[in-house]
């Protein structure tokens, strides 16, 4: 039993929604992308694999790590 394809027109979307979403509601986040590498790292071995739901997990991480690691920033200059 083989495996489908990978959409790589369909990843590309989610992930530009996702970098889209930082950058309007967390800009800063965009500036340090460090922060984010264990969640783009999940995302792109979930990818190798060819799991959707794998992937969409992991973008919605990065976004939440985004958020977080903006929120820590946003605190350190109150």
Same mark, same amino acid.
Do not use: K, Q, S
């Given at each position: 039993?083989?495996?489908?394809?990978?959409?790589? $027109?369909?990843?590309? +979307?989610?992930?530009?929604? #996702?970098? *889209?979403?930082?950058?309007?509601? !967390?800009? /800063?986040? =965009?500036?340090?992308?460090?922060?984010?590498? $264990?969640?783009?790292? +999940?995302?792109?071995?979930? #990818?190798? *694999?060819?799991?959707?739901?794998? !992937?969409? /997990?992991? =973008?919605?991480?990065?976004?939440?790590?985004?958020?977080?690691?903006?929120?820590?920033?946003?605190?350190?200059?109150?």
């Amino acid at each position: 039993m083989g495996v489908e394809p990978w959409d790589t $027109e369909w990843a590309a +979307a989610r992930a530009a929604e #996702a970098l *889209r979403y930082l950058g309007l509601n !967390y800009p /800063e986040c =965009l500036e340090n992308l460090r922060a984010l590498d $264990e969640h783009e790292t +999940a995302a792109h071995e979930a #990818a190798m *694999r060819g799991d959707r739901d794998a !992937y969409l /997990e992991a =973008l919605r991480d990065y976004c939440r790590a985004g958020r977080d690691e903006v929120l820590r920033i946003r605190r350190g200059a109150a």
